[in-house]
């Protein structure tokens, strides 16, 4: 029971990093000093299906799942599992994949010149 907790809990975490990794670019517009958090998140995420690096939260819901008993994630991991196939089809995962680089890289534009729009605020009121 407190395994299949752990595995569910992780499975929610898991989910949440997939989502700020794609969307955590817009949290900085309001939060800016979360960008370095965000690169952080991307630069992970990223590496993880890039290169093929193991990912921790996937490693732990996979012990969690061994200590309940039941099948371990499939080799591919979580993408593969629980989104891929799920909430799109196989075949356009690159495409998918293109997508939400492209919202990464489009909040970052966002962020800079929110950044330069609020400097240019701050000067323009020190200077009247």
């Known amino acids: 029971m407190v395994y299949r907790l752990i ?3 992780t499975v929610f975490v898991h ?21 370095a958090f965000h690169l952080v998140a991307v630069v992970w995420g990223a590496g993880s299906i890039a290169v093929g ?9 996979n012990w969690a799942r061994r200590m309940a008993g039941i099948a371990e994630l499939p080799s591919t991991g979580f993408i593969s599992h629980y989104i891929t196939g799920v909430f799109y ?31 240019a605020d701050v000067k ?3 200077v009247s």
């Open 7 to 9: 595995e569910v809990v």
């Open 15 to 35: 989910f949440g990093f997939v989502l700020y990794v794609v969307l955590g670019g817009f949290v900085a517009w309001k939060w800016r000093r979360t960008i």
């Open 53 to 61: 690096y193991d990912c921790p939260l996937t490693n732990l819901e």
């Open 89 to 119: 089809p196989v075949s356009i995962e690159g495409l998918v994949q293109a997508l939400a680089a492209t919202v990464v890289v489009g909040s970052w534009v966002g962020y800079v010149l929110l950044g330069r729009h609020a400097k």
């Open 124 to 126: 323009a009121s020190s």
